[in-house]
């Protein structure tokens, strides 16, 4: 990876910190740990925290990623020396090519699009010299995208705050796509705890890539209602819904559900999403209530490992917490 090894290899195990391992020594990270490119959470300032700490710190661009929103952004990891990466919506890329062309010009050590068949992204971001990045649900989805090109797969399971196929939890999907494909694998879902990194990394995993346990902290887009939320939550307060989207009319192909914190709103409406489409009046009160930032409306991205978060917190600390032997 262009621009990312540069550092010595350093030690197969750091005195009291998770193994690195063989992808996070040849990026130069000082721990196998990426942020999850959580769009409106992980903006320049919580990826370039992030790199500090010894990961690789992403940008999230989201279903409102915008060129202008980027280039904000990207202001804040100006410092990293090219040690950050980019993650994009594949829909968004489609409706905003230019988003893709910033994001190569950018030069970043990785650049990742989820939620998409259509693969050419990878060629062009390759030969940009750039690390190429998707999630994936299934060992065949892992297979195919590895065909494709892409050279780092990330496993997704079930438990994932935010948009993703409920398919299958982590550990069985780790193992399955573990199995059948020979690129670095890094396990998302519910990571939380130093155990649940040393587990994903015992079965394999080349790293973890982590998003809820990352969102309420300092650095974070979030706005603070927001964070005191995800630090109120439970693990058993989320919900896996189209709600949101369908309330927002939002394009998100649907087998990709959004995991959230309950609240009233997904609470009247997941499993009616067909009548909600048909609801002009619901689908207006939702866009009002979300400007006037009505908790019982705004949808809170999370997954099961929210109850986790018990403090709004740095990214340092949470990666210290998440890295170091208890
Ligand atoms: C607040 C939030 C926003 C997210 N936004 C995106 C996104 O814009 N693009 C993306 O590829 N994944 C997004 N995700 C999903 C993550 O990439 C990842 O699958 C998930 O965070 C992993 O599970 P965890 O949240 O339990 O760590 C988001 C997740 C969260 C929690």
Sequence with gaps: MDGMNSSPPGPERHADAVASTAWSRRLGL?????????????????????????????????SAGSVPALHRELVHVRETEGRFGIGLVDWVVAAHPDL??????????????????????????????ISTATQVYSAEEAKRAAESGVQVLVARGSEGGGHGAVEQPLRPLLASVLEVVATP????????????LAAVLAEGA?????????????????????????????????????AFDVGMELPWPTRFPSRVLRNPFAERWTGREDVLA????????????????????????AGTGVGAITAVRSVAEVIESLCATP
């Design 278 to 301: 048909r609801d002009a009046h619901a689908r207006a009160d939702l866009a009002a209530a979300t400007s006037a930032e009505d908790p019982a409306a705004v949808p809170i991205d």
């Design 30 to 62: 000082r721990v196998p740990l990426v942020n999850a490119p959580m769009g409106g959470v992980a903006g320049g300032a919580l990826a370039a925290a992030v790199t500090a700490a010894g990961g690789l710190g992403m940008i999230g661009m989201g």
């Design 185 to 196: 694998v890094l396990a998302a879902g519910a990571i939380t705890t130093h155990a649940d």
């Design 100 to 129: 893709l062309d910033v994001a190569i010009a950018a030069r970043p050590a990785m650049i990742s699009v989820s939620f998409g068949t259509d693969m050419r992204w990878v060629e062009r971001v390759r030969a940009a010299g």
């Design 206 to 242: 080349s790293g973890a890539w982590v998003g809820t346990c990352l969102a309420a902290c300092t650095e974070s887009l979030l706005a603070p209602s927001g964070r005191r939320a995800l630090v109120a939550a439970r693990g058993d307060d989320t919900i896996v819904t189209r």
